[in-house]
C-alpha cells in the first residue's frame, strides 16, 4: 500500500486465518479521512488491510473497488460484517464498534469470519493503537 507503512497483522483467532499479513493504520485524522482513496485494486489485494481506529462505520465514495468491512469493538471481537462493499456507498454505523477492519473484497467469507470472532491486531512498536 502506497500510502501507509503497512508493518502490522491480523489475524483471525476463532477461524486461525490470517486476514491481513500487510496491515495499514489508519489512527490520527488525515489518515481516517484519507483512508483506501487513491489505492487501485492492485495497491489493496489479498493481503493487504487497513485497520480505521476510532471508527463507527466508512464509506467508498471516490474508491474504485469494492471492500469487506469488519466492525471490531474495543475487545477486538467481530460485531459486525459489511461484505463486498461496492464503491460509492455507505455502510451503517455500529455505535458498539470501536474500530473498523478494511480487508480486500472476499476475504471475509474466504476465512469464514463470522460476528463473534476474536481478532489478533499485531503492529510495530512505534505505532500506537488508539490516538491519545
Known amino acids: 500500500m502506497a500510502f501507509f507503512p503497512a508493518d502490522g ?6 477461524r486461525r486465518a490470517h486476514l491481513a499479513t500487510a496491515l495499514a493504520v489508519a489512527n490520527t485524522h488525515w489518515t481516517r479521512l ?15 488491510g487497513l485497520w480505521i ?30 461484505s463486498e462493499v461496492r464503491p460509492w456507498r455507505f455502510t451503517p454505523v455500529l455505535r458498539k464498534a470501536a ?13 469464514k469470519t463470522a460476528v463473534g470472532d476474536t481478532i489478533e491486531i499485531t503492529l510495530p512498536k512505534d505505532c500506537t493503537q488508539f490516538p491519545a
Not at 497483522?9 to 476463532?14: E, G, M, Q, V
Open 9 to 14: 497483522k491480523a489475524f483471525n483467532l476463532t
Open 99 to 111: 474500530s473498523v477492519l478494511e480487508l480486500p473484497c472476499g476475504t471475509a467469507a474466504e476465512t
Open 34 to 48: 484519507r483512508g483506501l482513496l487513491g489505492l487501485g485494486t492492485d495497491d489493496f489485494r489479498n493481503g493487504s
Open 53 to 82: 481506529v476510532p471508527c463507527h462505520g466508512v464509506h467508498t465514495l471516490g474508491m474504485g473497488f469494492p471492500i469487506d468491512v469488519l466492525y471490531l469493538d474495543h475487545g477486538l471481537k467481530v460485531v459486525g460484517i459489511q
